[in-house]
């Protein structure tokens, strides 16, 4: 991926004081409305733009997470696009689905965590894109990328006028095929996705806004692939023989899991690769502005979003060693095998209907020393009887392994189908109201605040049943749910100048959310307390023409998380169960960023964080046996991060550096297992022929580490780490050595 060449601001969590308003005093013809509105370029202090956040060590297919203190979902950072979640909630339909970074946004950053608690309710930061509009003229953009494992994306855009009154189009194709690093034995790419828009755009006389209406096509699958390695002392980890991290695949060789359907009691197969693993969404966004004789500036932003999603996914829980008396044998041919096992968890959701409606408006004036927002945001959802079918199967431990038939399984391989099988299905609603004020209280102080009131509706059914072996839902009643919660959120930020370059801060951020009917999956009714999360922050900047500079320390509180975690029995690695855990988490910590510019064309932006990750009120019961992890780390979650980002520029030439440093993350709930530190490296260089042509070149992972992360799936309850020296096991981990190659254009 391109590195992103973004406008430098303050720390996330810091809310700047500016925005310029819209107007004219003269009449303006259309054409002049519309090339101002194209030439005008507004400084966006809402966005945190030297954060990189698409430079991605994982994969090529989402932006990174952006550390808060916090474990990160599977959905990722949260994504906008033309202010409006590209989802509503990440599962079933993942964002990566139906939005990637493209020439069809015409804009993409890194909305700040005050802005995204104010407007939306919610905690976190987000990637804030919107998409291109009809223009005047003629443009024409584009970007060809390539990798050196034969990744292939094509990415066009075409704008321009239909007619001389203000008539505009905008039309757009997006493909990618993408191999990845390590090779499937079923299927050429990893990940295959296709995006397409179509839309026209209509500009006001007298530069009074515009509106859009868009059309956007998404259809989009992707294969998830985990690392076997040998675990060692000190975290370290140490590649097989037969497996290489990254460039081996550990899905099964022929791509394909048995399940039973928990509606129908049917068994079916289902691929990895194709329409079983692929979601087809269809977009309709209506979205502009319109400035109001009375000076206040209206936004407004609708969505009307319909998807059909199916999910295939397999997840490696444990690896154990079997003789030839164990009776296993290859499912392909019947042949006796003996050596490592991996037991493997499949599941799989069939083509499921969501749908959401939204809208978003808003009304923004500067009054004096002022700047007033006020606005509402609709969100309607809906998921018509989500399943999440599941089977237990073992295979070889090796690359593209083969399926195993055991003394257990059916004559295909499968066992416990539906154990832990999930299902829900009905409508969640959120209506929130909104309001903020950027306030020059004086030349040195500045003062923001907002506020967010959202009521919250979730009506549908859920089953209580329990998912013992070969459960389906043909004979089991629905228990309904119906819910109703007021949340309240927003935050106030202060800044005062003590002198021309120096000053303080401090920030305050709070939100609120309850449950969503996805949390009703499981055979369980869950607790809807009140999940509420504070942010405090206070701190110093220094700001000359060659340093800028912030530091503050924070404390961060989320009580009330759900978890299910699938563990396996330390006693007993065959066996595995489904554990719903509520707990609480807080974060201590102290962030330095700044940016230098020490001489002309030179650029470094250097981010230091220390923090201290802790679990609370974090007990459990697996296996007949009682846990407490309470004041434990959380996983997954570094204590020391450090993100280094240099670049230069001279004449035709931009060459740029990115590292990211990661302390030790513990890989297990006792926190005996961990991985030891690592680095992400990018690096690359980008000429500009001409106005209109600039190519590129990226190195991930220049120095090439092997080393694994995340969590290791199947080892959550060891409580001690020297017999799993020298054992096998599974994790996540970091693309291997990969050079990317990419032509933009823009005409």
């Given amino acids: 991926m391109r590195k992103s060449t973004l406008k430098i601001t303050a720390l996330g969590i810091l809310l700047s004081c500016s925005n310029l308003a819209f107007g004219q005093k003269e009449k303006l013809s259309v054409q002049d409305s519309v090339k101002l509105q194209e030439k005008l370029k507004i400084t966006n202090s809402k966005e945190d733009n030297n954060r990189n956040v698409m430079l991605n060590a994982s994969n090529n297919t989402s932006p990174r997470d952006v550390n808060i203190g916090l474990p990160s979902t599977v959905g990722g950072i949260t994504i906008l696009e033309n202010d409006l979640p590209v989802v509503y909630f990440f599962w079933p339909e993942l964002p990566n689905k139906t939005w990637r970074q493209s020439v069809g946004l015409e804009k993409t950053g890194l909305l700040k965590m005050d802005q995204l608690a104010n407007t939306m309710g919610d905690l976190g930061f987000a990637v804030n894109s919107y998409s291109q509009t009809g223009t005047q003229d003629l443009k024409v953009k584009g970007k060809f990328t390539t990798s ?65 209406a868009l059309y956007k096509y998404a259809d989009s699958y992707n294969v998830g692939n985990y690392a076997v390695f040998q675990y060692g002392e000190n975290g370290k980890i140490t590649e097989l023989n037969n497996f290489r991290i990254g460039r081996d695949s550990y899905v099964v060789n022929d791509g394909r899991i048995k399940m039973k359907n928990n509606l129908t009691g049917e068994s079916y197969w289902a691929d990895m690769a194709g329409n079983d693993n692929a979601t087809k969404s269809h977009n309709i966004d209506v979205f502009g502005n319109y400035m109001l004789n009375s000076g206040w500036n209206f936004k407004f932003s609708s969505r009307f979003h319909f998807a059909k999603t199916a999910i295939s996914t397999i997840i490696p829980l444990s690896i154990f060693n079997a003789d030839q008396s164990a009776g296993y044998t290859l499912a392909s041919n019947g042949q006796a095998y003996s050596g490592n096992v991996g037991t493997q968890l499949a599941m799989h959701t069939p083509s499921t209907p969501t749908t959401n409606i939204a809208g978003r408006f808003s009304l923004n004036k500067q009054i004096n020393n002022h700047n007033v927002t006020i606005g509402l945001l609709e969100q309607y959802y809906n998921v018509d009887q989500y399943t999440s079918n599941r089977s237990f199967f073992f295979q070889t431990v090796e690359a593209q392994p083969q399926r195993l038939v055991g003394p257990n399984t059916d004559s295909d391989g499968f066992y416990n189908y539906n154990v832990g099988s999930e299902y829900h299905s009905g409508t969640e609603n959120k209506l929130s109201v909104y309001a903020s004020d950027e306030w020059k209280v004086s030349d040195n102080f500045n003062l923001s605040y907002g506020i967010n009131l959202r009521h919250q509706m979730i009506d549908g059914e859920f089953s209580l049943a329990p998912r013992y072996p070969g459960f389906t839902l043909q004979d089991t009643e629905f228990t309904p749910i119906k819910h109703n919660w007021f949340h309240i959120g927003g935050s106030v930020n202060a800044t005062y100048n003590i002198n021309k370059n120096f000053g303080v801060l401090a920030n305050f951020l709070y939100t609120e959310e309850n449950r969503r009917l996805e949390s009703y999956s499981q055979a369980f009714d869950p607790n809807t307390k009140k999940i509420k999360s504070p942010l405090g922050a206070v701190g110093i900047f220094w700001n000359t023409d060659y340093i800028q500079l912030i530091s503050q320390a924070t404390i961060l509180k989320k009580n009330n998380y759900l978890n299910r975690f699938n563990l396996v029995n330390p006693s007993n690695t065959t066996q595995a169960e489904t554990v719903t855990v509520y707990y609480d988490i807080q974060t201590l910590g102290w962030t330095t960023d700044f940016i230098v510019k020490p001489f002309k064309g030179f650029n470094l932006h250097y981010l230091l964080t220390l923090q201290n990750p802790m679990y609370k009120n974090f007990k459990f019961n697996a296996f007949g046996k009682d846990y407490d992890y309470s004041d434990n780390n959380v996983l997954g979650v570094s204590k020391v991060l450090m993100e280094i980002d240099p670049s230069y520029t001279f004449n035709k030439w931009k060459v740029w550096a990115s590292f990211r440093y990661f302390s030790k993350q513990f890989a297990n709930l006792t926190n005996v297992l961990y991985f030891a530190p690592r680095w992400e490296t990018f690096g690359g260089a980008n000429y500009t022929f001409n106005k209109n042509v600039n190519v590129g070149a990226t190195v991930i992972n220049f120095l090439n580490q092997r080393g694994a992360s995340g969590t290791i799936n199947g080892a959550e309850l060891i409580t001690d780490a020297s017999p799993y020296y020298g054992k096998l096991l599974t994790g996540s981990y970091i693309m291997p050595l990969t050079l990317q190659f990419s032509v933009n254009f823009n005409f």
């Fill in 148 to 212: 050196s494992f034969g990744w292939l994306q094509g990415d066009v855009n075409v704008s321009g006028p239909i007619s001389k009154n203000g008539w505009t189009y905008t039309a757009g194709a997006f493909t990618n095929f993408d191999p990845s690093t390590y090779k499937l034995g079923f299927a050429r790419n990893v990940d295959e996705t296709k995006i397409f828009r179509a839309g026209i755009t209509k500009y006001f006389n007298d530069n009074k806004g515009k509106i859009t």
